[in-house]
């Protein structure tokens, strides 16, 4: 295990921020119950059986992202002795849900922000440090050794970066001969694209002021294009946009109660309005994709 951590140099500093994070965070430090039922371990849209459903209790986001998860690890083909990452760890949720359900396997967390590894050291019972589960750097320029990993997943990390190469060639490089890696993220249909592009031009620079940078532009096909530039065979593609439909009302509800203005709240509102209906009319999909190592 030291030969995988041998380029390991992780900064002492809190990262780039993303504003949506600083009112999660805001919202656990107050004691907001119902933030923490959601939100305290897992930072990614859930997986809802019914698609239907109507769903209020806030516990409910979390066994939702339990199940999505369940979804990913799955798709990675996961067994004992696989050495795992979780590329963009959030709270820690999968890292604890892997290293709890699949005994003998080893998961590693990797996120840019100190204080996201903050409220996942407090999930998992240690410290970020130098060791691991979780540590801190830049998911553009792992630090570690050349085929360290049976698999890597990234939930919902892609579409905030608008260099997608660096990340998949940093995978590429850090899978094993037929290593996976398994994508959950935002796409847009292929004829949603332009508009997609024209309202990232226009209202990226607003989005991203006030939660953060969201790219949602990428279409499957887009991912694939990466992939394959990067030495990784696309292999599977699940599109499980109407298992996440019940995540908008839910989030919508929650944040309804955050500390923040009645302005904010309205335009919160607005947005996931908006999203919630490209995705029922499916300009907007959610997407599980797996890619294999070629070598």
């Known amino acids: 295990m030291a030969t995988m951590f041998a380029q390991m140099n992780p900064p002492k500093h809190p990262g780039p921020r993303l504003r949506y994070i600083d009112r999660f965070l805001a919202e656990l430090a107050r004691g907001a119950l119902d933030v923490e039922k959601a939100l305290g371990q897992h930072l990614h849209w859930g997986f809802h059986e019914d698609p239907n459903a109507r769903i209020d209790d806030p516990s409910a986001f979390a066994v939702a992202a339990e199940l999505m998860n369940v979804k990913l690890i799955e798709l990675a083909e996961i067994g004992g002795g696989d050495v795992v990452l979780d590329a963009g760890c959030g709270f820690g949720g999968l890292v604890k849900q892997l290293n709890r359900d699949l005994p003998g396997i080893r998961a590693i967390g990797l996120n840019h922000d100190i204080r996201q590894l903050d409220q996942a050291s407090k999930n998992l019972d240690i410290l970020p440090s130098t060791g691991t589960p979780i540590l801190q750097a830049n998911a553009l320029r792992l630090p570690f050794a050349s085929r360290s990993f049976d698999a890597i997943i990234a939930s919902e990390l892609l579409c905030h970066l608008d260099d997608g190469s660096a990340f998949f060639r940093e995978a590429g490089r850090t899978?094993?001969?037929?290593?996976?890696?398994?994508?959950?993220?935002?796409?847009?249909?292929?004829?949603?694209?332009?508009?997609?592009?024209?309202?990232?031009?226009?209202?990226?620079?607003?989005?991203?002021?006030?939660?953060?940078?969201?790219?949602?532009?990428?279409?499957?096909?887009?991912?694939?294009?990466?992939?394959?530039?990067?030495?990784?065979?696309?292999?599977?593609?699940?599109?499980?946009?109407?298992?996440?439909?019940?995540?908008?009302?839910?989030?919508?509800?929650?944040?309804?109660?955050?500390?923040?203005?009645?302005?904010?709240?309205?335009?919160?509102?607005?947005?996931?309005?908006?999203?919630?209906?490209?995705?029922?009319?499916?300009?907007?999909?959610?997407?599980?994709?797996?890619?294999?190592?070629?070598?």
């Open 175 to 295: 899978l094993k001969p037929g290593g996976r890696l398994i994508v959950g993220d935002h796409v847009v249909a292929a004829a949603a694209k332009p508009c997609a592009k024209v309202v990232d031009l226009l209202l990226g620079p607003m989005f991203g002021r006030l939660y953060g940078r969201l790219n949602c532009t990428r279409t499957v096909a887009d991912f694939s294009r990466l992939a394959e530039d990067a030495g990784l065979a696309p292999e599977e593609r699940i599109d499980v946009t109407r298992n996440t439909l019940p995540n908008y009302r839910l989030l919508r509800r929650l944040m309804r109660g955050f500390d923040i203005s009645f302005a904010e709240k309205r335009l919160n509102d607005l947005i996931s309005l908006s999203m919630e209906s490209a995705a029922r009319t499916g300009a907007f999909k959610y997407a599980l994709m797996k890619f294999q190592s070629k070598s």
